[in-house]
Each structure stands twice: as structure tokens, then as C-alpha cells.
Nanobody, 121 residues
Framework: QVQLVESGGGLVQAGGSLRLSCAAS????????MGWFRQAPGKEREFVAA??????YYADSVKGRFTISRDNAKNTVYLQMNSLKPEDTAVYLC????????????????WGQGTQVTVSS
């Protein structure tokens, strides 16, 4: 069992930055690929980024602006978000999987509760 707790969300102006954190419980954190998804009101859950080993994956909409990283010693995954846009406004959720299709929400076994990110124009 893995429990995930996100933090770091908030209100920021367009062009600003935020760093989200996702702290995981359990001793097997390093064996999971970790992903970030987001969900805006009335929209489907959307893949943002994932990290598996030393490989990273990004949605085209965030490529070049967001960076995912992990610290296995701290059982934490991060999402550095720069050059934020109003369309980035959503609840951001982290998730863990032992699968290998990282852009697909259904392969993730564990989810956090999410943290709200609001970008004002």
C-alpha cells in the first residue's frame, strides 16, 4: 500500500512558478513510476508528466515549462512549474504505478487527494 500526499499548490499570476511536492509512504517508493495528472472542472483527468527510473515523460502542453523529478531518499516526487498560464488551472494529483503506460490514468494504482493550482491572468 502506498499513500500519497500532495502539497505546494496555490494562486499565482500568469508567468509565475510553483513547485508541487508529493510525499509517499512505504518502503518501496523507488520501485514505482510516478506521475502527475491534472483535472479542471468539467474536464477529464489529463496526463501532465511522469518519471520512471531516470526517464521522464511530458504532455506536449507542458513540455519546456514543467519539470518532474524525484528524490527516492525522501520518498518524494516534485513538479516544478514555470511560465504558468491560466489554462494550467486545475487540481493536480500525483499517482504511483508499476505499469509501463505512464500517460494512461487507469494504469496507476495509487492516487493522492490533489492540490489546487490557480493561475490568474
Amino acid at each position: 500500500q502506498v499513500q500519497l500526499v500532495e502539497s505546494g499548490g496555490g494562486l499565482v499570476q500568469a508567468g509565475g512558478s510553483l513547485r508541487l511536492s508529493c510525499a509517499a509512504s512505504g518502503r518501496t517508493f523507488s520501485s514505482y513510476a510516478m506521475g502527475w495528472f491534472r483535472q479542471a472542472p468539467g474536464k477529464e483527468r489529463e496526463f501532465v508528466a511522469a518519471v520512471s527510473g531516470i526517464s521522464t515523460y511530458y504532455a506536449d502542453s507542458v513540455k519546456g515549462r514543467f519539470t518532474i523529478s524525484r528524490d527516492n531518499a525522501k520518498n518524494t516526487v516534485y513538479l516544478q512549474m514555470n511560465s504558468l498560464k491560466p489554462e494550467d488551472t486545475a487540481v493536480y494529483l500525483c499517482a504511483a504505478t508499476r505499469g509501463d503506460s505512464y500517460v494512461t490514468a487507469r494504469v496507476y494504482d495509487y492516487w493522492g487527494q490533489g492540490t489546487q493550482v490557480t493561475v490568474s491572468s
